[in-house]
């Protein structure tokens, strides 16, 4: 592949249509979500101009060395939307296909009739790592990658949620499996694939896959109340979480999935279309993408996620040509809220309430909770000696 620019503003905003989205987004967040605690990057645009840009708090709150434009930060569950457009690409290039079996590539597997396509759009009926590892006897010292979630789909067998094919269940082993087909397929470690086939030609160059080799340069994360979030087994797997990115780079990733510089039109089109329906819901999921449908009013392409204290909004009202992104390293579940909400700025959709959407996508392993725990603990122990003192 050729390396390409990201696509220009889709149409350049006049100076009034610049003024007016920039102070209602202005206004919004300062109401919304400035006074909560926010430590991250925010970034709004419209026909790809950025018309909001908000840099606040710290890239490590215990060095407080300020967050900028070029701060990498985690965005957990965001990460899929890669792994789909990754293995999207390796379609249109005929070296694999949506129904392909699972079984093809890991043979043997005593899973059958799963399909890529149901992996991308989560009805593999196969149980997520993040819950059946931690609830086995996994020596906790142990970092479990790629291939340890395979082995132990080999050897532990873990019961299927259901058949395949037959219900949505969202799965982060699903994405785990889907790098490692990349893998298969290109015969390159996948953070190396992503870096070649989309970071680089797109110029995402604060953008990168986060490996254990990386943890020198890791933007780290932190609980809602200040205090670092350690590390845990879980780290060390990536396809459904491990993009570091920023706002900037975000935004050229949104811009070129309005072209057909990676894949082609009807490919993408097929990304953001609904294959589930077994629950009557305005929540749905294509390939690798959420998707919002309420009658009258535009879909909503996105996708959400959590790993420790990152939250991560990024949502495309593509009728609009608006794009949000809401980024943190430091736990606030009102990033999502705000997300949600600040559609509103753009047409005429509705607002959402508590319960629309589930706060994290990737749920946090049982280590890391018991630390969390044990750290409130510690530091309101400590105030309070404080206090008293």
């Known amino acids: 592949m050729t390396t390409t620019t990201y696509a220009p503003p889709l149409k350049k905003l006049t100076s009034e249509e610049f003024n007016h989205y920039s102070q209602i987004a202005s206004e919004f967040f300062a109401k919304h979500l400035l006074r909560s605690n926010f430590n991250g990057e925010i970034l709004i645009a419209k026909n790809g101009n950025i018309v909001y840009e908000k840099y606040v708090g ?196 949104d811009q070129a999935l309005y072209t057909d510089s990676l894949i082609n039109r009807s490919l993408l089109d097929s990304a953001f279309t609904p294959y589930s329906f077994e629950h009557r819901s305005t929540h749905n999921y294509g390939l690798g993408w959420r998707l919002i449908i309420k009658p009258g009013q535009p879909k909503i392409i996105y996708h959400f996620g959590r790993w420790h204290g990152c939250n991560a909004a990024f949502a495309r009202l593509t009728a609009d040509s608006a ?11 009102n990033i999502y809220t705000s997300a949600h909400d600040a559609y509103s700025l753009f047409g005429s959709y509705e607002q959402f309430q508590n319960g629309d959407e589930e706060e994290a996508d990737t749920p946090t392993s049982p280590t890391a909770v018991r630390h969390a725990v044990k750290t409130r603990k510690t530091v309101h122990k400590k105030s309070s000696k404080t206090r008293r003192r």
Do not use: C
């Open 58 to 253: 710290y890239a490590d709150l215990r060095k407080k060395n300020p967050l900028t434009e070029h701060t990498p930060l985690h965005i957990a569950s965001v990460s899929k939307t890669f792994t789909a457009m990754a293995i999207l690409q390796l379609i249109q290039e005929k070296k694999l296909s949506l129904e392909d079996s699972l079984t093809k590539f890991f043979p043997g597997l005593p899973y059958p009739g799963i399909t890529i396509k149901m992996l991308l759009s989560h009805r593999s009926g196969l149980p997520n790592y993040v819950h059946f590892i931690p609830n086995s006897k996994w020596n906790e010292d142990s970092m479990v990658m790629n291939n340890d979630v395979v082995d132990f789909l080999y050897n532990k067998q873990p019961r299927k949620n259901f058949p395949a094919g037959k219900a949505f269940s969202y799965s982060n082993t699903n994405f785990v499996l889907l790098a490692m087909i990349v893998e298969k397929i290109s015969g390159q470690p996948f953070p190396e694939y992503m870096k070649q086939k989309i970071f680089d030609p797109l110029q995402m160059n604060d953008t990168y896959i986060f490996t254990l080799a990386d943890s020198t340069r890791e933007t780290p994360t932190f609980n809602y109340d200040g205090s670092f979030w350690q590390h845990d087994f879980l780290e060390g797997t990536y396809g459904d979480k491990n993009v570091y990115t920023t706002a900037r780079d975000l935004l050229k990733w």
């Open 323 to 333: 794009t949000i992104i809401i980024l943190g390293n430091r736990y606030n579940r």
